[in-house]
């Protein structure tokens, strides 16, 4: 019995000791092979120089293995003149061995920490050249890749990079050379806000990572307008864009309800519909169409968001059509009074600049168009009747109560730069009177500075009743000039809440406007 023991014990022993050796020398097969294959994979696929710091296996259960790598740089083209296309901390892979010796090649599960996707300028690309697909491709069913980078560097030299953060990336296959579909989070600084997006990725261009695949639809909230100086608001935004990397057409819709410039801090809701296109190279966006809704005011634009080499920031462009605007809109955002001086409808055609710089948006802000006022009446009733008792003298009519809240019509070209609205020239107009004035109006603090011309269809002695009538009769020929009834320099200075009107007497120039009939 003892022997028998013995015999059994010697026979479990080596049993032991030759499945440990088997083990062992299966393990030293199939890691380098899986070391070599994962490696051959990476280079093919991305068309990169791959480096690895560290790379450990180990078994799980049945034939499953882990990988576990620290310190991988994929170096485009193999180039280590330029930062590595792809680099990560540590990468870990779930898979089958019977799979990496015998295929179909399948990764169930990779994990990456500290993931940062560089890709390089197109001057620093070579020209891709055509490719042969694998015959035996790797298939990786899920990469999960949260607090990834990704930073897209300029073509144009002195531009900054492109920079994303993205807080919580996966990916999942759709098979062999197609795109992924991903879900990312990610923060964006300026405006500071949350972005969530959906979508497809890929298949990956090794030859050229710009051409690389994108599309999907993003959801963006909770963005601080505040950090522009001037300006102040919450804005959300949806859309779905499509293209690659380089260059991707986009179309969404932007809403604030609560837009204000801190000049007035008065809130008007917002809403932008627009397409754009967006140069991945440097960042620049292209607006080919902006659909707008201010208030109850609507208005289009076209233009362009832009670097300057060299200069940090960009600069707005704008070329804005308002065909009907409400005034009592415009002059929320412009005055702090909840009440607006004067209600109207704005016909306005406009080029806006915002060039950068971190100084409040209407000190930079520069404006250059023409603009019409019709159906216009003053709120305040002190200004509308003098506006009332200017139609009755201007139409010899001085007694008529039925010239009451008489609308008004403004037109003119104006421009703006550092907070400076200058006007050449301004023409207002009521029922048998014109005022034709050129000056400048300071947005802060609110003062007026305008020269120019009362032209009156009436006589200057139509202007009165009574004895007054009769008595300037002789005075109507010095009084009548430029083809009018009545004539006289005029100037109106103050601040826009108590306008002082009065008799400029050192100006007898033509108007701005030049000799013309009252309507």
Request: some cysteine; glycine content about 10%; hydrophobic content about 35%.
């Amino acid at each position: 019995m003892k022997k028998l023991t013995i015999a059994l014990a010697l026979i479990l022993i080596s049993g032991l000791g030759l499945f440990y050796y088997l083990t062992s020398r299966a393990k030293q097969d199939w890691e380098p092979l899986a070391r070599q294959r994962l490696i051959a994979y990476l280079e093919e696929r991305f068309d990169s120089k791959v480096e690895i710091g560290e790379l450990d296996f180990r078994h799980l259960e049945g034939t499953r293995i882990e990988a576990i790598g620290k310190n991988f740089k994929l170096r485009f083209q193999h180039r280590t003149d330029i930062a590595p296309i792809i680099a990560f901390d540590q990468i870990t892979l779930e898979s089958d061995i019977v799979t990496l010796y015998n295929g179909p090649r399948v990764v169930n599960r990779v994990v990456l920490k500290g993931l940062k996707l560089t890709i390089p300028p197109r001057d620093e690309r070579p020209k891709p050249q055509a490719s042969t697909p694998s015959s035996n491709p790797v298939i990786v069913e899920t990469i999960i890749a949260d607090g990834a980078t990704l930073q897209i560097l300029p073509s144009k030299a002195g531009k900054a990079p492109l920079d994303f953060d993205l807080t919580r990336l996966t990916l999942k296959s759709n098979g062999a050379g197609q795109a992924f579909s991903y879900e990312t989070t990610l923060t964006i600084p300026k405006p500071p806000g949350l972005v969530t997006a959906k979508g497809n990725f890929g298949p990956w261009n090794g030859k050229d990572p710009r051409q690389t695949k994108l599309d999907g639809t993003y959801n963006y909230v909770d963005a601080d307008l505040g950090v522009f100086k001037g300006i102040a608001g919450t804005m959300a935004s949806t859309g779905t864009f499509a293209g690659a990397l380089e260059t991707i057409d986009a179309e969404g819709e932007c809403r604030v309800p609560n837009f204000r410039l801190s000049m007035a801090d008065n809130p008007v809701p917002l809403t932008v519909k627009y397409k754009a296109l967006v140069d991945g190279a440097d960042g620049d966006t292209y607006l080919k169409q902006i659909d707008a809704r201010l208030g109850n005011t609507f208005f289009t634009a076209k233009g362009e968001v832009v670097g300057l080499k060299g200069h940090p920031g960009r600069a707005i462009n704008l070329n804005v059509v308002m065909p009907k605007g409400k005034l009592r809109d415009i002059l929320r955002l412009t005055i702090k009074s909840t009440k607006p001086f004067l209600e109207g409808t704005v016909n306005l055609k406009s080029s806006i600049e915002i060039p950068r710089g971190n100084v409040d948006v209407v000190e930079k802000l520069k404006l250059k168009g023409r603009f019409e006022i019709r159906e216009a009446n003053f709120t305040s009733k002190t200004i509308q009747d003098k506006i009332d008792g200017l139609a009755k003298r201007g139409s010899g009519r001085p007694k008529d109560q039925e010239l009451d809240n008489v609308p008004a019509t403004f037109n003119g070209q104006f421009q703006m730069a550092e907070g400076k609205l200058d006007f050449e020239p301004v023409v207002f107009v009521v029922p048998g009177a014109l005022v034709d004035l050129t000056g400048s109006y300071e947005v802060e603090p609110g003062t007026l500075d305008f020269h120019g011309s009362l032209n009156l269809d009436s006589k200057v002695s139509d202007t009165f009743t009574g004895w007054k009538r009769w008595a300037l009769k002789p005075f109507n020929p010095i009084f009548s000039k430029n083809d009018v009834g009545t004539y006289l320099p005029i100037k109106i200075t103050g601040d826009k809440d108590n306008p002082q009107f009065g008799l400029d007497r050192g100006n007898n120039a033509t108007p701005a406007g030049g000799s013309r009939r009252l309507p």
